[in-house]
């Protein structure tokens, strides 16, 4: 990996194929250390599981690290957040001042304009699996 900021969490190795392993990692939120934990409600874990490159055999029941590069976590976030965002916002605003349309009309072809960019997305999800890689090692 080059010099950028290294994103690490610790997983559970479920399964292997090839180079690859399918890995489980909690992410647990900030209440984890708070004392309080058990009689509220809003304490929660959430366990994401994902495919990984490995760079090292493994098999299932192992205890791993999962990295990522930071600079693709942000561009990630980029096109998962704020880009559909932007897309919505100028859509709306150019329907607003250039046609005759109710807000109605425009917020609902906004909102579609968000899953049409979705869609496109889960079309192209097998490109950017290629470039958002993630990979594990054992601890």
Avoid at 46 to 60: G, H
Avoid at 97 to 123: K, N
Wanted: glycine share 6%; net charge neutral.
């Amino acid at each position: 990996m080059s010099m950028d900021e290294i994103i690490r969490h610790e997983g559970v190795v479920l399964s292997t194929d090839g180079k690859m392993a399918h890995v489980a990692i909690v992410q647990a939120s900030a209440c984890q250390a708070c004392k309080a934990q058990s009689m509220c409600l809003s304490s929660e874990n959430q366990q994401k599981e994902m495919d990984v490159t490995m760079l090292e055999p493994m098999q299932a029941g192992d205890r791993v690290e999962v990295q990522v590069q930071e600079h693709l976590a942000w561009k990630a976030v980029f096109l998962a957040y704020i880009l559909p965002f932007v897309i919505m916002m100028i859509l709306m605003l150019l329907l607003l001042r250039f046609t005759p349309w109710g807000e109605s009309i425009i917020g609902g072809i906004s909102l579609g304009s968000i899953a049409l960019y979705y869609l496109l997305l889960a079309l192209f999800k097998h490109r950017l699996r290629k470039y958002f890689t993630f990979t594990a090692r054992k601890l």
